[in-house]
């Protein structure tokens, strides 16, 4: 993974460039691409940016992205078992990718993106929240999906548990919900006057418009559901294949996807940060 300045500036320039220069690919990658298949699955909660990068990646390599995006939990115990084979795995939580390793799985890994959570809130802000203790406030209307499939809830639970207001905030949630974005559909709605989200969330196109945002501090975050990786796997019937796709995805071009859909690219300075902050390192 690139992180000199050099990185940085090819970064910025990539998301200067919009869309089309996102879907640029470098001579060396398309070479060593030269077409054929690459099997590649991830966690869903990529597959709004997985999907258009690959589009871009295949129109400019020729190689067909044939994708996978479902529960990162489900795929990565179908891979640790052996039920499941993939060439390319984009996974959620650093210790996926570290047990895929230790397994003799995956081959090696790489930092991909980083998710960051916000409050969302109907826009023009109603209630007027501006940071998390307002969400405490009485006649507060939060919106919750505390069984939603992790780290949907869990990771909620661990903000509040962090900003030591737990109890209070659940008093002002008036049902629990089980999906996060029928919940986030309640405040696009009005129904409800905040919700705690994920910043990738809120990209999505059905709410991209309808939401306003409030920033949470980082120190609240729990570090397991940040993380996203991308890794070789063992099985990968071309490794020079695999490796071309991993080195675009985590290039300036594929990783303008990534920022677009709301995550931290992990090239990006704040990305940087967070892989030396988090141990984001392939060290088996």
């Known amino acids: ?14 998301l200067a460039l919009g869309a089309a220069g996102a879907a640029m690919l470098t001579p060396q990658t398309a070479n060593a691409a030269e077409g054929g298949t690459l099997q590649v699955w991830s966690c869903g909660g990529l597959a709004e940016a997985m999907m258009l990068a690959h589009e871009a990646y295949q129109q400019h390599s020729g190689v067909k992205v044939v994708y996978t995006g479902a529960f990162a939990a489900a795929l990565g115990k179908s891979l640790l078992t052996g039920g499941g084979q993939t060439e390319v ?52 209307r939060v919106s919750m999906a505390r069984d939603a499939s992790a780290p949907g809830g869990q990771a ?20 629990q919900g089980s999906c996060v974005q029928r919940s986030v ?12 989200v994920e910043r990738r969330i809120t990209r999505m196109t059905r709410f991209a418009d309808r939401l306003d945002l409030v920033e949470i501090p980082e120190r609240f975050f729990p570090a397991g559901p940040l993380t996203f990786t991308v890794g070789m796997m063992a099985n990968a019937s071309d490794p020079a294949k695999a490796a071309a796709y991993m080195d675009w ?9 990534f920022e677009a859909a709301g ?13 030396e902050k988090l141990g984001v390192k392939d060290v088996a």
């Open 1 to 14: 993974m690139e992180t000199t300045e050099k990185g940085r500036r090819d970064f910025l320039k990539a």
């Open 263 to 275: 995550f931290i690219p992990a090239i990006s300075p704040k990305g940087m940060e967070l892989v």
């Open 249 to 257: 995805i985590t290039s300036a071009q594929g990783q303008a996807f």
């Open 89 to 140: 795995f984009a996974g959620r939580v650093l210790a996926l990718a570290q047990n895929l390793r230790k397994a003799g799985k995956m081959v090696n890994f790489r930092p991909l993106c980083f998710t960051s959570y916000v409050i969302a809130v109907p826009k023009g802000n109603p209630a007027k929240i501006s940071d998390i203790e307002d969400l405490t406030r009485p006649g507060v």
């Open 185 to 196: 559909e309640s405040v696009a709605e009005g129904k409800a006057d905040a919700m705690i």
């Open 156 to 175: 909620v639970m661990g903000i509040l548990k962090a900003a030591d207001i737990t109890p209070k905030v659940l008093a002002n949630v008036p049902e």
